[in-house]
């Protein structure tokens, strides 16, 4: 179970005295986390989900339920932070900062069909539109400039076939930071994952985990997603499902020239992303019993299959 901070029973009767909730009933930790502990916390008012935030400077918070405000005012499916009697949003609990949030229904889809990928592009693109106009700004802390560091330390270190991969990466990613194209931005999720997603059905009813948001470009939000919800078994990407999740975006984005061109660069930047932070994670972690370490080697796979990419953007002609 993936709870660095644990909670004792009293610890949390006495932080729900705040909120107007009712008793507490029960409460357990959430599996799955790599970075934050995260319960269920059920209580006579209804379900709830708690955050003890373990990563990132507490300075950043604020901006976290700024976000989760402005998409829920925005009518997307989102865990905003809920305020205490005091009205204040912002908690801290065993010495973490501390979230409480509704539970959102549905459940996370292990094997995603084309209409679950429509969705999740056309939800991705409603986000978008609801943070580029926002105000709202954050810098990414896993950048250009970070991969490029931290592609060099793996290359140090790495078998010849994962050299080979990262050394053809290297162009990539200094011609991003010198020619640094203008495509749209907003306010990205960063890791749209399929355990951040939940359905009922084929019905989106929640995005969750909003901690690696930043501000950036949006095809790279697209690729990150694509990269987890679009996947063949044999593997690299699956047409069908990928042309879904494009087409239900573009719905409500429409898609760049320019975007198409460096659609395939940001395919393998984001491949790139999670390889270099599942390896700093589970080095981290190695020794740790108890932690969900998920293979960096998969997107190491998934950049070598990028090699040839088959799906382009759709273009409005």
């Given amino acids: 179970m993936s709870v660095f901070t644990p909670v004792e029973r009293p610890e949390l009767e006495d932080f729900l005295q705040r909120f107007e909730l009712g008793r507490l009933i029960d409460y357990s930790g959430i599996a799955g986390g790599t970075e ?8 006579e008012r209804g379900e709830y989900v708690l955050t003890l935030v373990e990563r990132g400077p507490i300075a950043e918070l604020p901006f976290f339920i700024q976000l989760l405000d402005r998409l829920q005012q925005a009518g997307l499916p989102v865990p905003y932070a809920l305020r205490d009697r005091s009205a204040i949003a912002l908690h ?66 790495c078998e010849p076939r994962a ?9 990539v ?14 306010v990205l999720h960063g890791d749209l ?7 009922d059905g084929h019905h989106l009813t929640g995005i969750i985990d909003f901690y690696n948001a930043f501000s950036g470009w949006t095809l790279y939000d697209v690729a990150i997603c694509v990269n987890d919800w679009c996947l063949a078994d044999e593997g690299g990407l699956d047409e069908r499902r990928t042309e879904a999740l494009l087409a239900g975006y573009a719905s409500h984005r429409r898609f760049t020239p320019l975007e198409a061109e ?12 999670f390889w270099l932070s599942r390896q700093l994670a589970a080095d981290h972690h190695a ?13 190491q796979r998934l950049l070598e299959a990028h090699g040839t990419i088959a799906v382009g953007l759709p273009l409005a002609l």
């Fill in 36 to 43: 934050n502990s995260n319960f269920f916390v059920a209580t």
């Fill in 92 to 157: 801290r609990l065993n010495d973490r900062p501390a979230l409480l949030q509704p539970r959102l229904p549905g459940r996370h889809i292990d094997t995603p069909d084309a209409s679950h990928c429509q969705a999740v592009g056309q939800t991705l693109a409603r986000l978008h539109d609801a943070t580029a106009t926002s105000g709202l700004l954050r810098p990414s802390d896993r950048g250009l400039a970070w991969m490029t560091t931290e592609t060099r330390a793996l290359l140090e270190r």
């Fill in 163 to 171: 050299r080979a991969t990262l050394h053809a990466m290297l162009p």
């Fill in 173 to 186: 990613l200094d011609r991003l930071r010198q020619q640094r194209p203008i495509l749209p931005e907003a």
């Fill in 193 to 199: 994952f399929r355990d951040n997603v939940l359905f």
């Fill in 262 to 273: 460096h659609w395939p660069d940001l395919l393998r930047l984001a491949a790139l992303r």
């Fill in 287 to 299: 020794e740790h019993s108890g932690v969900l370490i998920k293979e960096p080697a998969h997107f």
